[in-house]
């Protein structure tokens, strides 16, 4: 099996780096790409874990601007010191401990300290709104992270600031320079009309994205179809990956993909020209499930 969508604690998973690759191979997971946001930490951490039939990929989840809402892009098969992509990743990070420090000043005006000395205490390089709705439970200050996004971390919250994300094309161009392939990440989850998804996808395209990622956790079969139908008209590639976070949530396991429609099945990723890491002998490529 390949998963190449995947998260440890240091973004907002639940496992560490070692435990998250230990899992995979328990699993039968062949190839994994590990793609924290904005974060390749966790592939420096494993530059010297081995296990036989099992191979890291380098992997990357990239949050950017396109026309003015968020929309992520995994990278994948990158050289991991590329001095561009690196620095590209540490202005990432900046931006969200700003608006880190930013939510914490107006959680503590609002009678809601404490936050800063929590998130120095994680483990996580990438600080993101599901920390400080994690931390609002644990202090007291709601019951939920639902109820922390709905009345304080969500678009019509208390507490707002927005962050200036990277470009879509610049982030495009970067991990292509970088040696690795773009990946437009779950694209049903914008809330995009059928119009505006197809001018994203033509934008990404033009910028010199290489897939759209078609097979995901949760995915309802319909919109996968649907995916698969807008990947083949772009000219573009089909990618998978569970978006694992945590065990707990067992229909987001590692390798719980769905296989590729058969109409896009000669366009899986791993069939690229760049696509330089080769599946082990007589693997299928993903392992076929019922959600």
């Not at 065990?247 to 990723?269: E, F, K, V, Y």
């Amino acid at each position: 099996m390949i998963d190449l969508h995947s998260h440890t604690w240091l973004s907002d998973g639940d496992l560490s780096p070692l435990a998250l690759a230990e899992r995979a191979v328990q699993l039968g997971i062949r190839q994994l790409a590990i793609t924290d946001h904005d974060s390749i930490a966790a592939h420096l951490a494993l530059k010297t874990f081995v296990s036989n039939d099992f191979q890291l990929l380098a992997g990357v989840e990239i949050s950017t601007n396109w026309e003015g809402r968020e929309v992520h892009l995994v990278g994948l098969l990158f050289d991991l010191e590329n001095s561009a992509l690196t620095s590209l990743l540490s202005q990432q990070q900046q931006l969200r401990w700003s608006r880190a420090d930013n939510l914490g000043m107006q959680m503590e005006k609002a009678g809601m300290p404490g936050l800063s000395n929590y998130l120095q205490q994680l483990p996580c390089e990438s600080v993101g709104r599901t920390h400080i709705a994690e931390y609002m439970v644990k202090a007291g200050y709601v019951g939920s992270k639902q109820l922390a996004f709905s009345k304080y971390l969500g678009k019509r919250g208390r507490f707002q600031t927005s962050i200036p994300w990277c470009d879509l094309q610049h982030a495009t161009q970067i991990l292509r320079q970088a040696g690795g392939l773009t990946v437009l990440a779950h694209p049903d989850r914008y809330d995009f009309n059928r119009a505006r998804l197809k001018r994203l996808i033509s934008v990404f395209a033009e910028a010199g994205g290489d897939a759209i990622e078609v097979s995901y956790s949760n995915l309802h079969p319909e919109k996968m179809s649907a995916l698969a139908e807008h990947t083949l008209q772009a000219g573009l590639w089909a990618s998978v990956g569970s978006d694992f976070h945590t065990p707990s949530n067992t229909w987001m396991d590692l390798g719980r993909i769905r296989q590729l429609p058969p109409s896009c099945a000669a366009r899986a990723i791993w069939y690229h020209p760049r696509w330089n890491v080769a599946l082990p002998a007589n693997t299928p490529a993903v392992q076929a499930v019922v959600a």
